[in-house]
């Protein structure tokens, strides 16, 4: 009896690290969010995330079945991680099946609490960095919070150390804080928060640029040299989507680790 619950669920908890030893998956999926988090997640039960101020967050919102669509525009967090993100360092090769877009779903409530529930909020917690100092010496405007602006410099970093060829699909970014929502839709973009930055316009590729009678294939020129710094830093790639946006980073660290 004692083996078997042991089993089942052991929850550490400490200031440093959470970690979980269960066969349930949301489980799973819910340490994913608390280490990937750890400056606002303090723990969770029962069904819900508690973060450090006390508050809690519902992970599940018990509808089932739902179609692709009311996924993404009326997400839960259960349904922001379940579609599993297939890093570059597993299969460089890989082509992203049907709908599957690890990432484009957001429970937008989340990343509110953390990065700002509106436009001043999101403000207040920004800051300049200089991406490819050495090259392109462009201010860009980043979030502070989860030390994004500290990675994304890291990032810039190591680019910069890349051959030219390679150096040249990142050296005039479009930007990463602009609050919108996302077109044709009342989703707000993760540009929105500070957390996501589009490389060069002009060497991507963009599902909708490429889609004719609702249908498009799959493209990519990117250099998966440049998608394989970002993730190491905790960034995914729109190029993993099946709605595919190849200029486009945003940190989400809980989809990596």
């Known amino acids: 009896m004692l083996k078997k619950f042991i089993t089942s669920i052991l929850l550490i908890v400490n200031s440093q690290n959470i970690e979980l030893f269960a066969s349930n998956e949301d489980e799973q999926n819910l340490t994913k969010l608390a280490k990937a988090y ?20 519902n992970y599940d919102d018990n509808i089932i079945n739902k179609t692709f669509e009311e996924m993404i525009n009326n997400p839960s967090l259960k349904d922001q991680m379940s579609i599993k993100y297939i890093k570059i360092d597993e299969n460089p090769n890989y082509i992203p099946l049907q709908n599957e877009d690890a990432g484009r779903v957001r429970y937008e409530p989340f990343f509110k609490k953390m990065y700002g529930s509106d436009p001043q909020e999101i403000k207040e917690n920004l800051t300049k960095i200089i991406w490819l100092p050495k090259s392109s010496n462009k201010i860009l405007l980043v979030t502070t919070i989860n ?5 994304l410099q890291a990032i810039s970093d190591e680019l910069e150390l890349l051959p030219n060829e ?10 990463v804080t602009n ?27 963009y599902w909708q640029w490429h889609k004719k009678n609702e249908v498009f ?3 990519n020129k990117i250099p ?19 709605h595919y ?11 990596l680790n």
């Open 245 to 255: 946006d190849t200029m486009h980073f945003e940190y989400r660290p809980e989809l």
């Open 166 to 175: 390679i150096k040249s699909f990142v050296d005039n970014p479009a930007g």
């Open 147 to 151: 030390d994004v602006h500290k990675k």
């Open 179 to 205: 609050y919108r929502k996302i077109s044709n839709t009342n989703r707000l973009s993760s540009h929105s928060f500070g957390i996501a930055i589009d490389i060069n316009v002009k060497d991507s590729d």
């Open 217 to 219: 294939e799959y493209k």
């Open 38 to 57: 750890p400056a606002f997640i303090k723990t969770f039960s029962n069904n819900k995330l508690i973060f450090i101020d006390n508050d809690k967050m």
């Open 224 to 242: 998966l040299e440049i998608v394989r710094i970002f993730e190491k830093h905790g960034f995914i790639w729109g190029g993993r989507w099946y």
